[in-house]
């Protein structure tokens, strides 16, 4: 079974790595430069410490790249926009490495790909996971959601690996939107740590952010079980607790009052504005996920988003 990884960012390459252990990946770029020196340097520059194994190869011609699987490792943002220019996908198996909800359709990624390629066969791979980990061969588990469970299992034992564990599930909704609905609430922990709030406070965010990611996943069909599990409750944890999480990075420099790079990836801010719009259409409670959108939208500060989720008349939890 051949693999190829289609986006040469940070995540894209480190899954080229990880997977070319014990086969050959061809891993596109977009740029045809950056492909370029890649191949001949053996780097990538946003993994400076990372050294291509010679069965990587990278090239910027699409056609190249074409495999029976395909790692599809591009921003959630730009998905659609991938599967519409390239058409000759159709038919293949196409596993979406990005975690987000689609802005205007609120779809997740294995929705955006049945959508644009109804005859692809889609899967999503996700869970707690940072590029330089993986690149760097340390332990890490991911689940891999996939609606067929034959596909499912073929897929999982060619992509395990000793130090890739991959767990796998039918419940492609959930995991979707425990590794999109995370982001949201790494922002909001960023940006506590960022404003002085504490740890206490991060604490609070991070478990009631969870339950607010339940109460949306079950709402749409979703099993308690995938939330609790690496997609949901996994990724989270490490979202929030980390500077290595572009989204708790961005919500770092909110609560600080600081700039942050234009050119970074910070798909929980796009989410939270899909993922609020689809709750309103179903009636579903997500206040964190509100008090984030607000601060993204310039329309309330840090701490007085949070004095608004204090002073939320009292429940039951």
Known sequence: MMISVLGAGAFGTALAVAFSRDTNVTLWARDLEAAQQMQSSRKNPRLPDVTLPKT???TAEFDAALSDVMLLAVPMQKLRGLLETHPELSGRTLIACCKGVELGTQMGPVAVIRDVLPTATPAILTGPSFAADIARGLPTALTLATPDENTGKALQQ????PNLRIYRTTDTIGAELGGALKNVIAIACGAAIGAGLGDSARAALMTRGYAEMQRMAQMLGALPDTLAGLSGFGDLTLTCSSEQSRNYRFGLALGRAESFDASVTVEGAATARAAL?????????????AAVVAVLDGGLQIHDAMEMLLTRPPKEE
Do not use: C, E, F
Request: hydrophobic share 50%.
């Open 158 to 161: 060619r992509l395990i690996s």
């Open 56 to 58: 990587v190869s990278v």
């Open 277 to 289: 719009a689809r709750a309103k259409t179903m009636d579903i409670d997500l206040p964190i996920t």
